[in-house]
Protein backbone atom coordinates (compact mmCIF):
# COMPACT_ATOMS: atom_id res chain seq x y z
CA UNK A 1 0.00 0.00 0.00
CA UNK A 2 2.97 2.37 -0.89
CA UNK A 3 3.36 4.90 -3.48
CA UNK A 4 5.48 5.19 -6.71
CA UNK A 5 8.04 7.90 -6.89
CA UNK A 6 6.90 10.91 -8.45
CA UNK A 7 9.43 12.83 -10.13
CA UNK A 8 9.89 16.35 -9.25
CA UNK A 9 8.93 18.14 -12.26
CA UNK A 10 5.47 16.87 -11.36
CA UNK A 11 5.34 18.32 -8.45
CA UNK A 12 3.23 21.61 -7.79
CA UNK A 13 5.65 24.55 -7.15
CA UNK A 14 5.87 26.01 -3.64
CA UNK A 15 4.27 28.95 -4.37
CA UNK A 16 0.55 27.43 -5.19
CA UNK A 17 -1.37 28.40 -2.23
CA UNK A 18 -1.94 24.67 -0.28
CA UNK A 19 -5.25 26.25 1.06
CA UNK A 20 -6.25 26.33 -2.59
CA UNK A 21 -5.28 23.43 -4.06
CA UNK A 22 -5.27 19.23 -2.58
CA UNK A 23 -2.14 17.49 -3.47
CA UNK A 24 -2.42 13.84 -5.24
CA UNK A 25 -1.39 10.94 -3.17
CA UNK A 26 2.13 10.73 -5.63
CA UNK A 27 2.58 14.68 -5.43
CA UNK A 28 2.49 14.42 -1.79
CA UNK A 29 4.96 11.33 -1.60
CA UNK A 30 7.43 12.87 -3.89
CA UNK A 31 7.05 16.29 -1.76
CA UNK A 32 8.22 14.27 1.40
CA UNK A 33 10.54 12.30 0.01
CA UNK A 34 12.69 15.67 -1.13
CA UNK A 35 13.32 15.69 2.56
CA UNK A 36 14.52 12.54 2.89
CA UNK A 37 18.58 11.42 3.03
CA UNK A 38 19.41 8.19 1.32
CA UNK A 39 21.36 6.07 3.59
CA UNK A 40 24.58 4.67 2.29
CA UNK A 41 25.82 2.53 5.26
CA UNK A 42 25.36 -1.01 5.26
CA UNK A 43 26.75 -4.20 7.03
CA UNK A 44 26.51 -7.96 6.14
CA UNK A 45 24.01 -10.33 7.71
CA UNK A 46 23.48 -13.81 7.72
CA UNK A 47 20.82 -15.11 4.93
CA UNK A 48 18.56 -16.49 7.72
CA UNK A 49 18.71 -13.07 8.98
CA UNK A 50 18.05 -11.08 5.62
CA UNK A 51 14.31 -11.26 5.64
CA UNK A 52 12.73 -7.56 5.72
CA UNK A 53 16.33 -6.16 4.55
CA UNK A 54 17.23 -4.27 1.88
CA UNK A 55 19.86 -5.21 -0.66
CA UNK A 56 22.95 -3.10 -0.90
CA UNK A 57 24.89 -4.95 -3.41
CA UNK A 58 24.05 -6.96 -6.38
CA UNK A 59 23.59 -10.66 -6.50
CA UNK A 60 24.19 -13.50 -9.23
CA UNK A 61 24.29 -16.83 -9.68
CA UNK A 62 26.99 -18.73 -8.28
CA UNK A 63 25.26 -21.88 -9.38
CA UNK A 64 23.20 -23.59 -12.04
CA UNK A 65 19.93 -24.48 -11.01
CA UNK A 66 19.00 -26.98 -11.26
CA UNK A 67 22.81 -28.04 -10.50
CA UNK A 68 22.81 -31.47 -12.45
CA UNK A 69 20.02 -32.72 -14.30
CA UNK A 70 17.73 -34.63 -12.36
CA UNK A 71 14.48 -36.36 -11.99
CA UNK A 72 10.96 -34.60 -11.92
CA UNK A 73 9.04 -37.49 -10.09
CA UNK A 74 9.34 -40.97 -8.97
CA UNK A 75 9.73 -43.45 -11.41
CA UNK A 76 12.55 -44.92 -13.93
CA UNK A 77 15.32 -43.77 -15.53
CA UNK A 78 15.84 -45.47 -18.83
CA UNK A 79 17.42 -44.99 -22.39
CA UNK A 80 14.70 -43.75 -24.58
CA UNK A 81 16.18 -42.66 -27.63
CA UNK A 82 13.61 -42.30 -30.37
CA UNK A 83 11.38 -43.66 -28.56
CA UNK A 84 10.39 -47.00 -26.53
CA UNK A 85 7.29 -48.29 -27.58
CA UNK A 86 4.68 -49.74 -24.77
CA UNK A 87 4.98 -53.47 -23.81
CA UNK A 88 9.04 -52.83 -23.80
CA UNK A 89 10.68 -55.21 -21.13
CA UNK A 90 13.64 -53.60 -19.34
CA UNK A 91 15.97 -55.15 -16.26
CA UNK A 92 16.14 -52.86 -12.99
CA UNK A 93 19.42 -52.75 -12.22
CA UNK A 94 20.26 -49.96 -9.49
CA UNK A 95 18.29 -47.67 -7.47
CA UNK A 96 18.82 -44.07 -6.98
CA UNK A 97 17.44 -41.57 -4.29
CA UNK A 98 17.87 -37.93 -4.19
CA UNK A 99 21.80 -37.60 -3.02
CA UNK A 100 22.77 -40.87 -4.67
CA UNK A 101 24.66 -41.13 -8.12
CA UNK A 102 24.03 -44.13 -9.47
CA UNK A 103 25.69 -46.63 -12.00
CA UNK A 104 25.88 -45.91 -16.30
CA UNK A 105 22.68 -47.99 -17.78
CA UNK A 106 23.41 -50.63 -20.36
CA UNK A 107 21.35 -51.76 -23.52
CA UNK A 108 17.69 -52.65 -21.92
CA UNK A 109 18.64 -51.63 -18.50
CA UNK A 110 16.68 -49.09 -16.35
CA UNK A 111 17.24 -47.58 -12.48
CA UNK A 112 14.34 -46.87 -10.07
CA UNK A 113 15.11 -43.37 -9.16
CA UNK A 114 13.03 -40.52 -7.19
CA UNK A 115 12.30 -36.93 -7.34
CA UNK A 116 15.21 -34.43 -7.29
CA UNK A 117 17.58 -38.06 -7.89
CA UNK A 118 20.26 -37.54 -10.46
CA UNK A 119 20.03 -39.31 -14.34
CA UNK A 120 22.38 -42.18 -14.46
CA UNK A 121 24.53 -42.31 -17.05
CA UNK A 122 23.24 -43.12 -20.56
CA UNK A 123 19.70 -41.99 -19.56
CA UNK A 124 17.63 -39.47 -20.95
CA UNK A 125 14.06 -40.23 -19.70
CA UNK A 126 12.07 -40.97 -16.66
CA UNK A 127 8.73 -42.92 -17.16
CA UNK A 128 6.61 -42.46 -14.83
CA UNK A 129 5.91 -45.26 -12.10
CA UNK A 130 2.19 -45.52 -12.49
CA UNK A 131 3.21 -46.27 -16.49
CA UNK A 132 4.84 -49.32 -15.92
CA UNK A 133 3.77 -52.94 -14.66
CA UNK A 134 6.73 -54.31 -11.87
CA UNK A 135 7.77 -58.15 -12.77
CA UNK A 136 10.52 -59.01 -10.27
CA UNK A 137 13.71 -57.31 -11.39
CA UNK A 138 12.23 -55.98 -14.70
CA UNK A 139 9.56 -53.38 -15.69
CA UNK A 140 6.62 -53.74 -18.71
CA UNK A 141 6.20 -50.48 -20.01
CA UNK A 142 2.34 -49.21 -20.46
CA UNK A 143 2.79 -45.91 -22.11
CA UNK A 144 5.28 -44.56 -24.77
CA UNK A 145 8.09 -42.87 -23.78
CA UNK A 146 10.63 -40.65 -25.40
CA UNK A 147 13.92 -38.82 -24.99
CA UNK A 148 13.53 -35.68 -22.41
CA UNK A 149 10.42 -37.29 -20.79
CA UNK A 150 10.16 -36.18 -17.19
CA UNK A 151 13.40 -34.80 -16.46
CA UNK A 152 14.80 -31.67 -15.54
CA UNK A 153 17.81 -30.33 -17.30
CA UNK A 154 21.05 -29.06 -15.24
CA UNK A 155 20.67 -24.62 -15.27
CA UNK A 156 17.08 -24.91 -16.78
CA UNK A 157 15.95 -22.64 -13.97
CA UNK A 158 19.06 -20.42 -13.52
CA UNK A 159 22.67 -20.40 -15.27
CA UNK A 160 25.87 -19.71 -13.24
CA UNK A 161 26.52 -15.40 -13.53
CA UNK A 162 22.65 -14.75 -14.29
CA UNK A 163 21.61 -11.59 -12.52
CA UNK A 164 19.44 -12.71 -9.26
CA UNK A 165 18.94 -9.99 -7.21
CA UNK A 166 19.49 -5.90 -7.60
CA UNK A 167 20.54 -3.52 -5.08
CA UNK A 168 17.65 -1.89 -3.57
CA UNK A 169 15.60 -5.71 -3.31
CA UNK A 170 13.71 -5.93 -0.48
CA UNK A 171 13.92 -9.48 0.82
CA UNK A 172 11.63 -12.02 1.98
CA UNK A 173 11.01 -15.62 1.95
CA UNK A 174 11.52 -16.27 -1.77
CA UNK A 175 14.46 -14.36 -1.60
CA UNK A 176 15.87 -16.03 0.83
CA UNK A 177 14.97 -19.48 -0.58
CA UNK A 178 16.86 -18.24 -4.02
CA UNK A 179 19.94 -17.15 -1.35
CA UNK A 180 20.26 -20.49 0.41
CA UNK A 181 20.02 -22.84 -2.87
CA UNK A 182 22.33 -20.46 -4.30
CA UNK A 183 24.64 -21.56 -1.20
CA UNK A 184 24.86 -17.88 -0.12
CA UNK A 185 25.24 -17.79 3.45
CA UNK A 186 25.67 -13.85 3.68
CA UNK A 187 24.70 -10.64 2.20
CA UNK A 188 25.20 -7.34 2.74
CA UNK A 189 22.19 -5.45 3.10
CA UNK A 190 21.27 -1.38 3.59
CA UNK A 191 21.49 -0.72 7.83
CA UNK A 192 18.17 -0.66 8.96
CA UNK A 193 16.13 2.75 8.91
CA UNK A 194 16.01 3.99 12.71
CA UNK A 195 12.50 5.00 13.01
CA UNK A 196 11.63 7.56 16.14
CA UNK A 197 7.69 8.17 16.84
CA UNK A 198 6.21 10.62 19.89
CA UNK A 199 2.32 11.19 20.73
CA UNK A 200 1.31 14.48 21.64
CA UNK A 201 -1.62 15.55 23.29
CA UNK A 202 -2.74 16.96 26.60
CA UNK A 203 -5.80 14.41 26.59
CA UNK A 204 -3.41 10.97 25.98
CA UNK A 205 -2.51 8.99 29.17
CA UNK A 206 -0.76 5.80 28.61
CA UNK A 207 -2.14 2.22 29.52
CA UNK A 208 -2.05 1.15 32.99
CA UNK A 209 -3.00 4.28 34.37
CA UNK A 210 -6.48 5.87 35.29
CA UNK A 211 -8.42 7.69 33.28
CA UNK A 212 -10.05 10.94 34.37
CA UNK A 213 -12.44 13.04 32.53
CA UNK A 214 -11.92 14.44 29.12
CA UNK A 215 -8.66 11.78 28.91
CA UNK A 216 -8.08 9.05 26.26
CA UNK A 217 -5.78 6.26 26.07
CA UNK A 218 -2.53 6.75 23.67
CA UNK A 219 -3.27 4.29 20.90
CA UNK A 220 -1.56 5.48 17.73
CA UNK A 221 2.09 5.34 19.38
CA UNK A 222 1.95 1.71 20.29
CA UNK A 223 0.29 1.19 16.53
CA UNK A 224 2.94 3.08 15.10
CA UNK A 225 5.91 1.34 17.03
CA UNK A 226 4.54 -2.18 15.86
CA UNK A 227 3.78 -1.05 12.21
CA UNK A 228 7.47 -0.12 12.63
CA UNK A 229 8.97 -3.15 13.56
CA UNK A 230 6.88 -5.31 11.58
CA UNK A 231 8.23 -3.81 8.79
CA UNK A 232 11.57 -4.68 9.45
CA UNK A 233 12.92 -1.32 10.98
CA UNK A 234 14.32 -0.01 14.09
CA UNK A 235 11.51 1.47 16.02
CA UNK A 236 13.06 3.74 18.43
CA UNK A 237 10.00 4.87 21.24
CA UNK A 238 10.11 8.69 21.74
CA UNK A 239 6.87 8.79 24.37
CA UNK A 240 4.71 11.04 25.01
CA UNK A 241 4.51 15.45 24.80
CA UNK A 242 2.10 17.35 25.45
CA UNK A 243 0.53 20.02 23.29
CA UNK A 244 3.71 22.49 23.92
CA UNK A 245 5.41 23.54 21.05
CA UNK A 246 8.85 24.04 23.09
CA UNK A 247 8.87 20.76 24.66
CA UNK A 248 7.78 19.18 21.68
CA UNK A 249 10.09 20.65 19.67
CA UNK A 250 13.00 19.70 22.42
CA UNK A 251 12.00 16.32 22.21
CA UNK A 252 11.78 16.01 18.72
CA UNK A 253 15.45 17.62 18.58
CA UNK A 254 16.93 14.79 20.74
CA UNK A 255 15.77 12.53 18.84
CA UNK A 256 16.54 13.36 15.29
CA UNK A 257 19.94 13.12 16.62
CA UNK A 258 19.68 9.07 16.85
CA UNK A 259 17.02 8.61 14.50
CA UNK A 260 16.89 8.86 10.75
CA UNK A 261 12.80 9.61 10.57
CA UNK A 262 11.23 11.25 13.57
CA UNK A 263 7.57 11.14 13.62
CA UNK A 264 4.77 12.79 15.65
CA UNK A 265 1.29 11.86 16.15
CA UNK A 266 -1.23 14.56 16.58
CA UNK A 267 -1.08 18.04 16.01
CA UNK A 268 -0.30 17.85 12.30
CA UNK A 269 -3.36 19.86 11.29
CA UNK A 270 -3.75 23.98 11.62
CA UNK A 271 -5.63 24.79 14.93
CA UNK A 272 -4.84 26.60 17.65
CA UNK A 273 -3.70 23.25 19.26
CA UNK A 274 -1.99 22.15 16.36
CA UNK A 275 1.91 22.58 17.08
CA UNK A 276 3.64 20.46 14.61
CA UNK A 277 5.13 22.38 12.47
CA UNK A 278 6.01 25.33 14.77
CA UNK A 279 7.73 22.59 17.00
CA UNK A 280 9.48 21.38 13.39
CA UNK A 281 10.88 24.87 13.14
CA UNK A 282 11.81 25.40 16.34
CA UNK A 283 13.75 22.07 16.58
CA UNK A 284 16.14 24.21 13.92
CA UNK A 285 14.22 22.29 11.17
CA UNK A 286 12.11 22.95 7.88
CA UNK A 287 8.91 21.36 6.18
CA UNK A 288 5.87 22.53 5.44
CA UNK A 289 1.86 21.45 5.83
CA UNK A 290 0.55 19.30 2.59
CA UNK A 291 -3.25 19.24 2.31
CA UNK A 292 -3.83 15.82 0.60
CA UNK A 293 -6.71 14.41 -1.55
CA UNK A 294 -7.22 11.89 0.82
CA UNK A 295 -9.32 10.35 3.37
CA UNK A 296 -8.57 10.20 6.20
CA UNK A 297 -5.27 11.96 6.26
CA UNK A 298 -6.18 14.90 4.92
CA UNK A 299 -3.30 17.14 6.72
CA UNK A 300 0.04 15.93 7.41
CA UNK A 301 3.79 17.66 7.82
CA UNK A 302 6.63 16.71 6.29
CA UNK A 303 9.96 17.89 6.47
CA UNK A 304 13.69 17.65 7.78
CA UNK A 305 15.70 18.38 11.29
CA UNK A 306 19.51 18.09 10.54
CA UNK A 307 20.04 14.81 8.51
CA UNK A 308 16.77 13.36 10.13
CA UNK A 309 13.67 13.07 8.04
CA UNK A 310 10.49 14.68 9.51
CA UNK A 311 6.53 13.53 9.39
CA UNK A 312 3.79 14.93 11.41
CA UNK A 313 0.87 12.77 11.05
CA UNK A 314 -2.77 13.23 12.43
CA UNK A 315 -4.17 12.28 15.70
CA UNK A 316 -7.04 9.99 14.86
CA UNK A 317 -6.14 6.62 14.60
CA UNK A 318 -7.37 5.47 11.34
CA UNK A 319 -5.49 8.60 9.72
CA UNK A 320 -2.29 8.05 11.29
CA UNK A 321 -2.82 4.27 10.16
CA UNK A 322 -3.52 5.35 6.30
CA UNK A 323 -0.43 8.14 6.41
CA UNK A 324 1.66 6.08 7.57
CA UNK A 325 1.12 3.01 4.87
CA UNK A 326 1.13 5.87 2.06
CA UNK A 327 3.38 8.92 3.29
CA UNK A 328 5.64 7.04 5.59
CA UNK A 329 6.28 4.05 3.33
CA UNK A 330 7.41 6.58 0.58
CA UNK A 331 9.68 8.07 3.27
CA UNK A 332 11.22 4.70 4.38
CA UNK A 333 12.15 3.64 0.58
CA UNK A 334 13.72 6.55 -0.22
CA UNK A 335 15.72 6.41 3.13
CA UNK A 336 17.17 2.80 1.54
CA UNK A 337 17.48 4.03 -1.81
CA UNK A 338 14.83 2.01 -3.64
CA UNK A 339 11.33 3.27 -5.30
CA UNK A 340 8.57 2.77 -3.47
CA UNK A 341 6.15 -0.03 -4.62
CA UNK A 342 2.72 0.80 -6.45
CA UNK A 343 -0.27 0.41 -4.35
CA UNK A 344 -1.11 -2.91 -6.01
CA UNK A 345 -4.72 -3.09 -4.90
CA UNK A 346 -6.97 -5.86 -5.93
CA UNK A 347 -9.79 -5.57 -8.05
CA UNK A 348 -12.51 -6.75 -6.00
CA UNK A 349 -16.36 -6.89 -6.61
CA UNK A 350 -17.86 -4.53 -3.93
CA UNK A 351 -20.74 -6.09 -2.01
CA UNK A 352 -21.67 -2.73 -0.19
CA UNK A 353 -23.03 0.55 -1.15
CA UNK A 354 -21.32 3.77 0.48
CA UNK A 355 -21.80 7.08 -0.37
CA UNK A 356 -19.90 9.83 -0.29
CA UNK A 357 -18.55 13.19 -2.16
CA UNK A 358 -15.94 13.16 -4.42
CA UNK A 359 -12.79 14.94 -4.23
CA UNK A 360 -10.37 12.89 -2.05
CA UNK A 361 -9.19 9.04 -2.47
CA UNK A 362 -10.67 7.49 0.62
CA UNK A 363 -9.74 4.45 2.12
CA UNK A 364 -12.08 2.43 4.37
CA UNK A 365 -12.09 -0.73 6.52
CA UNK A 366 -13.31 -3.23 4.31
CA UNK A 367 -13.40 -7.52 5.00
CA UNK A 368 -13.48 -9.88 2.38
CA UNK A 369 -16.81 -11.96 1.53
CA UNK A 370 -17.43 -15.45 1.26
CA UNK A 371 -18.62 -14.95 -2.56
CA UNK A 372 -14.96 -13.54 -3.15
CA UNK A 373 -16.08 -9.61 -3.02
CA UNK A 374 -15.69 -7.22 -0.52
CA UNK A 375 -17.97 -5.90 2.57
CA UNK A 376 -17.25 -2.07 3.17
CA UNK A 377 -17.77 -2.06 6.99
CA UNK A 378 -20.16 1.24 7.11
CA UNK A 379 -18.38 4.31 7.56
CA UNK A 380 -15.96 3.68 9.99
CA UNK A 381 -14.57 7.18 10.92
CA UNK A 382 -10.99 8.04 11.16
CA UNK A 383 -11.34 7.50 15.05
CA UNK A 384 -12.83 4.46 15.12
CA UNK A 385 -10.93 1.41 15.75
CA UNK A 386 -13.59 -1.23 15.87
CA UNK A 387 -14.31 -1.35 12.24
CA UNK A 388 -9.84 -2.07 11.84
CA UNK A 389 -10.00 -4.35 14.14
CA UNK A 390 -13.10 -6.15 11.61
CA UNK A 391 -11.25 -5.55 8.68
CA UNK A 392 -9.21 -7.73 6.06
CA UNK A 393 -7.64 -4.61 5.06
CA UNK A 394 -8.45 -1.33 3.34
CA UNK A 395 -10.67 -0.46 0.21
CA UNK A 396 -9.61 2.15 -2.12
CA UNK A 397 -12.03 4.47 -3.61
CA UNK A 398 -10.94 6.65 -6.29
CA UNK A 399 -11.22 10.39 -5.83
CA UNK A 400 -13.43 10.99 -8.50
CA UNK A 401 -15.67 8.88 -7.43
CA UNK A 402 -19.05 9.93 -5.54
CA UNK A 403 -19.72 6.60 -4.14
CA UNK A 404 -20.21 3.04 -4.29
CA UNK A 405 -22.62 0.67 -5.65
CA UNK A 406 -22.97 -3.28 -5.05
CA UNK A 407 -21.21 -4.82 -8.16
CA UNK A 408 -19.10 -1.91 -8.36
CA UNK A 409 -15.49 -2.72 -8.95
CA UNK A 410 -13.24 -1.27 -5.77
CA UNK A 411 -9.12 -1.42 -4.63
CA UNK A 412 -8.59 -3.70 -1.80
CA UNK A 413 -5.30 -3.51 -0.39
CA UNK A 414 -5.23 -6.79 2.59
CA UNK A 415 -3.15 -5.97 5.55
CA UNK A 416 -0.94 -8.69 4.97
CA UNK A 417 0.66 -6.76 1.95
CA UNK A 418 0.47 -2.83 3.49
CA UNK A 419 1.66 -3.51 7.00
CA UNK A 420 5.41 -4.12 4.83
CA UNK A 421 7.88 -1.61 3.18
Not at 94 to 112: H, M, P, Y
Not at 124 to 153: C, T, Y
Request: charged share 20%.
Amino acid sequence: MTMATVSQASMPPSSIDADKILLTIPQACARATTYVRRLHASETVMVLEAARRTLAEPIVARLAMPPFTQSAMDGYALTAGEGIPPGSRLDVVDRIAAGSVGRKLGRGETSRLFTGAPLPGGADAVIMQEHVEREGSAIILRRPIRAGDNIRHRGEDIEPLEPLLEVGDRLDARHIALLAAQGIERVNVRIRPRVAVISTGDELRQPGLGLEAAAIYDSNRPMLLALIAQAGLTAIDGGWVPDDAGRLAARMRGLAADADLVITSGGASVGEEDHALVALRQAGGQGETLKIALKPGKPAVVGAIGAAAYLGLPGNPVSSLVSWLILGHAMVSALEGRPSRQRLGCPMTSRSRFDRRPGRAEFVPARLADDGGVEILGRGGSARLRPLVQADGLAEIAAENAGVQPGDTVLFHPFRDGFVV
